[in-house]
């Protein structure tokens, strides 16, 4: 009920219950998944939770040196700084805070929750620039997959893009379903390269158009309900 009513996300509702932080009707609920009604009165850190809150949906195209949280200790600027709303909306997982592009917020934790959730498996298309020219050896590793983090990471779709033999540097094009933190730039490092820029262009079926750095735009009610279909 947290995540559907656009208070959090999933994951941050399963952690403020665990952490006693939520009452129903006056008393403290510790059990995740625990059953509740349109009757109850659900509480968090002493505020009531509003059933019926619009949701909104919101993409953005995140300038460099900005991080994707809606607060930071450091006084650094957020992505929720730069949308014009009163509602507590929240970036759909996370950009370095060198990684520039596509990025979603939205203050519905359900919809969060089936973008980020690894079954699901959304594309996620980046383009790196790299210092470095990659090479059929490079490319061997790749279609076998590499392990990152004693994990293999298997790329949906790569394709070079430029190359600079000068500069020896190169633009490459990269599709994922992965969303572990860093996972482009450590792809990169386990082939020696160093990722110099990185940008999202496409989430899912979302595409950066015509935004400039530090412009968003709203979802349309299709591209709400396209993404939805994803789980």
Known sequence: MIAESGYTSRRKAEELILAGKVLVNGEIITTLGFKVSDEDIIEIDGNILNKNIKKEYYLL?????VICSV???KKRKTVVDLIDTNSRIYPVGRLDYDTTGLIILTNDGNFANILMHPSHKVEKTYIAKINGI?????FKKIRKGIDIDKRVL???HMKVKEVDKKKNTSLVEITIEEGRNHI???????LHYDVLKLTRIKYANLTLGNLKSGEYRELSKDEVRYLYNLK
């Open 184 to 190: 482009v730039r450590k792809f990169f490092e386990a």
């Open 71 to 73: 607060s930071d200790d």
């Open 61 to 65: 195209n995140k300038p460099r040196e």
């Open 154 to 156: 298997k790329i949906k």
């Open 134 to 138: 990659l090479n059929e050896d490079d």
